[in-house]
């Protein structure tokens, strides 16, 4: 499945961000136009965590979550990406850049509503057809 399918509305447009992020930085880092295999790897990682992430629809960004979805050394990575990128998504994307910078602001939800998940909402959509 593609992950246009299993990701769309906020989830699609967190994966459409962090997709541009790490293409910025795999681009400036690594020194190739196409994603290298770590950035592809850790894009697929990314894509699997916003698939299963608890909050769905309504995830905050991932700073100011109270729920750690990545493992240690992912997040790390992320943060690299992320504090690398950010600033240089403005050119690009200034779209994805000025949504992303304007959700940062909104309060982080609290606890997560019972299965939220994109995951579980596709899993039951597939049990009632």
Known sequence: MSETLLLDGNL?????????????YCRD????K?????C??????????????????????????PVHCYKPEPRELARTIMRYAGPRMLLPHPILAIRHL?????PAPGKPPKDASNRHQRLQQAKAE
Do not use: W
């Not at 994966?15 to 293409?23: H, R, Y």
């Not at 196409?34 to 770590?38: A, E, K, R, V, W």
């Not at 304007?102 to 909104?106: A, F, G, I, P, V």
């Open 40 to 65: 592809s790897a850790f894009l697929e990682y990314a894509r699997v965590r916003l698939d299963r992430c608890p909050y769905g629809q309504e995830k905050p960004t991932c700073n100011k979550c």
């Open 34 to 38: 196409q994603l290298c295999s770590d």
């Open 102 to 106: 304007l959700l940062e602001r909104k």
């Open 12 to 24: 699609g447009r967190e994966f459409a961000t962090i997709s541009a992020m790490v293409g910025i």
């Open 29 to 32: 880092h690594h020194g190739s």
